[in-house]
């Protein structure tokens, strides 16, 4: 759809008031990875509360949301073994690194931070060569 | 208190995540591809959370505590290491295979389907597996 860029920036920008709201209420950094990261390595269990409202928000609100829209196709792969291989390589990566998406890219950047530029153009870097790779050289996804 | 907002700023972020399609593996694949049919969505996206974000940091200079107390995060150490390297490519290359990151694997649960429970479980197992490849990585570097 053409509109697809206007329902992006619109939820850019709710995404980037949580960040906000995350910073300036709470004093944190709002990154799904270390958020979600905390809690399984147990490192973040003195805010463990904090943490899983802030999950409950992000699950939460889709569910508010999706009968609005009605079906919502996320085109998933239904290859079980990509999947676990993304996932192992998404957890371990961005617990490495320190952070994602969010934390590197939408909080880092915004911030002018070194290590968030470079992350960020590295895992995108990573990300468009595995793309290439895997789906118009050997065809896995 | 804290957990209140704490749960408004995942709303927040997750109905962010849901309008903008962000979700949608597809249109993340999509802008990743630069040689197929190329989707400019998620930099829109990008660039409409770092907005609010940046005038966040711009507020943030101006207090000396939260508003609900405590204390900001410390200024991040600006070392380009190893484990920033190989972390972001890692996650880079499993970002473009599922077109799935952190955030918007939590925001899909409810009705992404059983494809979605596969993928969070296993970055819940990398999530859990990763102290121990740290200490790996740092035993290579204390022996090399």
Not at chain 2, 82 to 88: E, N, Q, T, V, Y
């Amino acid at each position: 759809m053409e509109q697809d860029w206007i329902w992006g920036l619109i939820g850019g920008l709710l995404i980037g008031t949580g960040g906000a709201v995350y910073l300036l209420a709470n004093g944190r950094i709002m990154g799904a990875s270390g958020i979600i990261g905390g809690l399984v390595d147990g490192s973040g269990h003195d805010t463990k509360w904090e943490r899983l409202a802030f999950l409950a928000g992000v699950v939460l609100l889709p569910i508010v949301l999706y009968p609005l829209y009605g079906a919502v196709d996320t085109h998933i792969t239904e290859n079980w073994v990509v999947l676990v291989a993304a996932g192992l390589l998404v957890g371990i990566g961005t617990r490495l690194a320190n952070g994602c998406t969010s934390g590197h890219g939408v909080c880092g950047m915004s911030r002018l931070s070194l290590r968030g530029f470079a992350a960020t153009a590295m895992y995108i870097t990573a990300g468009g060569i595995g793309v290439v790779l895997f789906r118009h050289l050997l065809g896995v996804i | 208190m804290r957990n209140l907002f704490a749960f408004l700023a995942g709303g927040l972020f997750g109905a962010g995540l849901f309008i903008s399609g962000m979700t949608d593996t597809s249109k993340v694949q999509g802008w990743l591809d630069v040689f197929g049919n190329w989707d400019p969505t998620l930099a829109f996206v990008m660039g409409g959370a770092m907005i609010p974000m940046a005038l966040a940091w711009l507020l943030r200079n101006r207090r000396s505590t939260p508003v609900l107390g405590g204390s900001f995060p410390p200024a991040p150490p600006q070392r380009i290491d190893r484990k920033l390297a190989i972390g972001s490519v890692m996650f880079g290359f499993g970002w473009g295979l599922a077109g799935l990151c952190p955030g918007p694997s939590v925001a899909s649960l409810s009705y992404g389907g059983a494809g979605h429970w596969v993928f969070f479980a296993a970055m819940i197992a990398g999530m859990a597996l990763t102290p121990t490849v740290r200490r790996a990585l740092d035993r290579q570097v204390a022996t090399a």
